[in-house]
């Protein structure tokens, strides 16, 4: 029997015309078209009507991160632009307190035309408030596929980083839609109930959901709770290995409440994610919890943990049940005074995988060859091209922008 390690990534090719790429988003959010799939049978709605696709008792998990303007840009005396992508902080390493500093920040940083900043400072001006607000960026280290680790400073403080960022920084949105950002996208490309900033590219199922259409969940007594996984650039590097085992993926970065983890106990065949970030934030708890439940007595240990990519194919991969798992980890919090855990992964979802809390998904259509085309297949045990030929076939609109499915 193969091994995940051993799946060829071009059994998971298919042809994916340009003009099946959703290059913008629709007006109106949930008059996008939803695929559903049960039990190998398809059917197709408008999204808007989720709520009458979804089973009784349904608890869905959003992930509420919000994308940050992470794309800044520089122009040098000699008149070459430089690009610094911020990818996650490293100084402080908190999120909340490094978009929080005044004065002075490092960052992990892709940096584009790297080669015409060999060293020495950026300089870019910009209005914050009202006020001119001077960033610097130097580059301290090179630090591989991590990114180079940036220094930035400004000289104003009453301002913050997450106050520099909204001035000068530019929205990523993804590569595939060659074009640049616009002005719409600060809007059309953070989902409704973003909160968290963080992310450098949207948990783009999220998209698709409305006030009106949360408000019938509501209406309809489906619980909705939130985790927040920060999404990485690394959600869109391709598979350039001929087999996934030869493909490394990113550490993305996740917080989930107490309350939440309670809910997930409360309803463990109910859990709907949206998104496949929720997907592997939800489905991480589990090899988190299984962690706890060997080492939980050692209370030097670690609070930030982080879960492997091939954690669920060991041949000693945990045994216990979701409930023994989720247990583990309020046991953990309680012990430590917590409302929640941080924690890390780098999971990898492929065909193979047994599903431990999700059992139903909404998800938009993937690119060829990836790692999420490899998780969907692996929810749906493999019948992955059924739903893609027939997308394919009814006008479906494809990748960030484009419709989305319910996989039950």
């Not at 280290?141 to 180079?148: H, I, P």
Request: glycine content about 6%.
């Amino acid at each position: 029997m193969h091994t995940p390690q051993q799946i060829h990534i071009s059994d998971y090719a298919y042809a994916l015309p340009d003009d099946r790429i959703a290059k913008y988003p629709l007006a109106e959010r949930d008059a996008s078209k939803l695929l559903i799939y049960r039990g190998g049978q398809i059917r197709e709605t408008l999204f808007r009507h989720l709520p009458d696709c979804l089973p009784d008792g349904a608890l869905l998990v959003f992930n509420n991160t919000r994308v940050i303007r992470a794309r800044l840009l520089f122009r040098k005396d000699t008149g070459a632009m430089i690009e610094i992508f911020c990818l996650e902080p490293a100084v402080p390493s908190d999120y909340e307190q490094s978009f929080a500093q005044t004065a002075h920040c490092t960052w992990h940083c892709l940096v584009g035309n790297s080669k015409r900043w060999k060293s020495g400072q950026l300089h870019t001006t910009v209005t914050v408030g009202g006020e001119p607000v001077t960033l610097s960026a130097e580059r301290v280290s090179v630090a591989g596929e991590a990114g180079d680790l940036v220094d930035f400073r400004w000289d104003n403080p009453r301002c913050t980083f997450s106050d520099v960022l909204e001035a000068v920084g530019v929205l990523p949105i993804p590569p595939y839609l060659h074009r640049e950002t616009e002005a719409k996208d600060l809007q059309t490309y953070q989902t409704v109930y973003s909160k968290v900033k963080g992310s450098v590219a949207a948990p783009t199922a999220g998209l698709h959901f409305t006030p009106a259409v949360l408000a019938e969940l509501d209406a309809r007594g489906m619980e909705r709770e939130e985790v927040t996984l920060h999404v990485g650039a690394g959600t869109f590097r391709p598979v350039k290995s001929d087999t996934i085992g030869g493909h490394a993926m990113h550490t993305e970065h996740f917080a989930v409440t107490r309350r939440t983890v309670d809910r997930l106990l409360a309803k463990p065949e109910h859990v709907i994610a949206v998104g496949t970030t929720s997907v592997r934030t939800l489905e991480s708890l589990y090899y988190i919890g299984c962690a706890l439940a060997r080492d939980g007595a050692d209370e030097s240990a670690d609070e930030a943990f982080t879960v492997g990519q091939w954690a669920p194919y060991d041949a000693d991969a945990p045994t216990l049940t979701a409930e023994e798992a989720l247990r583990a980890i309020l046991c953990y919090l309680d012990r430590r005074g917590m409302d929640r855990l941080w924690a890390a992964t780098q999971i990898i979802i492929a065909p193979g995988y047994q599903f431990k809390i999700v059992r139903g998904m909404v998800t938009n259509f993937h690119q060829p060859q990836s790692t999420l085309l490899l998780l969907v297949s692996a929810f749906v045990g493999g019948d992955w091209r059924t739903i893609y030929d027939y997308a394919l076939s009814h006008d479906f609109r494809f990748l960030s922008y484009g419709d989305s499915s319910l996989l039950l």
